[in-house]
């Protein structure tokens, strides 16, 4: 495979103030921080600074971009997931319940439900003589991914199959019940469209297929999740990638990167997609090996590049003192308690493109990265 061979890395000739990057990296383990840290040239792979670059350490968010290249990779950009509506419709009249059958869209938002509400009424649907009931089969019954006990994940909504606006209130916050609230803001749309929802206790039926309405593509999907770090959506796609489940979405990730890569397990230590969990472990270059194979990647490679974030120019923009930077810079963030991390791509005065990661276990700020980003991109 063409992108197996590109992503490997030279580890010879550091060059390019290796000095200050040394005496930078040096500083902060001084102050209880562990470090593992590279810049590598994008078109040869050679290492031009190193610190612990093998070291693995806890990830956090820049975990996303080892598992949205793999979904990318795997299910290609164009691939949507379709949310289902079936009943036993005849002359206009469900005997019986509708039936809305999630498949995992992360991106079920109230505007876009409004438009299936409306696409099923201008299909004839007038009245429901049963109640609006929820098909959540697609998923398994765990609640959360391994490794969230104790972390800052209990902020982080149920992850349901059919699960409509990320499953938090309108004031943004995770609500207890997700499925009586999807019941619910149905219920109400039908009725503001004209279907009326009788409730009545009614026979099986013989319900079909009466919709599918599909999600946004993976592409889009991707962006959203790295640009906006959301963890929720990356939770969802992950488990739809394991067929409903957590564990097997995290193993054909691990997969994909020891056939495609040559990185097994110890390289790619992961237990869930968002990097929440502190027993994920990365390494500063594993993802660095990971991005220079997405930027040699002709196929999906631009739609990955494009979901990171750029110093300046976008609502996404980070905001850093080097100005120098701006459009220069495309990185993931990552931060937990004591744990920041940042990694990318950036282009140097005369256009060449390197590829660098930065993980900070400790008391780190993120002033102490950019310092050593500033200094590689000028």
């Known amino acids: 495979m063409i992108w197996k061979t590109s992503a490997l890395l030279v580890l010879a000739g550091i060059t390019l103030s290796g000095q200050e990057f040394n005496s930078w990296a040096r500083k902060l383990e001084a102050r209880g921080i562990t470090v593992s840290a590279g810049l590598w040239d994008a078109g040869t792979g050679k290492a ?4 612990r670059d093998d070291q693995a350490l806890v ?24 949310t289902e509506v079936w009943g036993d419709l005849k002359g206009g009249v469900v005997q019986g319940d509708l039936v809305f059958k999630g498949d995992g869209d992360p991106l079920l938002t109230s505007e876009r439900l409004w438009l299936l509400v409306r696409t099923l009424r201008k299909q004839g649907l007038e009245r429901v003589t049963g109640s609006i009931r929820l098909d959540q089969s697609a998923f398994d019954g765990q609640r959360e991914p391994q490794g969230w006990e104790n972390t800052t994940a209990d902020t982080l909504p149920q992850v349901l199959p059919l699960s409509v606006n990320f499953n938090r209130d309108e004031k943004g916050q995770p609500v207890a019940d997700p499925e009586r609230q999807a019941r ?16 009545k206790a009614t026979g099986p039926g013989e319900p079909r297929k009466l919709l599918g309405w599909t999600s946004p593509p993976l592409r889009a999907l991707v962006l959203d999740i790295n640009k906006w770090s959301n963890n929720f959506m990356i939770e969802m796609l992950v488990r739809k990638f394991g067929a409903g489940s957590w564990p097997r979405g995290i193993r054909r ?19 869930d997609g968002s990097g929440l969990s502190k027993t994920n472990r990365l390494s500063a270059r594993t ?9 040699h990647d002709f196929e999906v490679g631009p739609e990955f590049v494009t979901s990171l974030k750029v110093i300046g120019g976008e609502p996404w923009k980070l905001r850093v003192k080097d100005a120098n930077l ?18 990318g791509y950036l282009q140097t005065p005369d256009g060449q493109v390197r590829v660098f990661a930065i993980l900070l276990n400790g008391p780190a700020r993120d002033e102490d990265i950019w310092e050593q980003v500033s200094r590689w991109a000028n």
Request: net charge positive; glycine share 6%; proline share 3%.
């Open 253 to 271: 990730i691990q997969d994909f990167y020891r056939t495609g890569f040559n990185l097994g397990p110890e390289a790619i230590q992961i237990t």
């Open 326 to 343: 701006a459009r220069r810079v495309r990185v993931k963030t990552g931060h937990l308690d004591r744990v920041t991390s940042l990694c």
């Open 287 to 295: 993802l660095a090996i990971i991005l220079r194979g997405a930027y």
């Open 48 to 51: 031009l600074d190193r610190h």
């Open 59 to 82: 990830p956090a968010s820049t975990t996303k971009a080892v598992t949205t290249y793999a979904l990318l990779k795997t299910l290609k950009p164009d691939f949507t997931l379709e």
């Open 184 to 199: 619910e803001l149905l219920q109400r749309m039908l009725q503001e469209a004209g279907i009326a929802v009788e409730g």
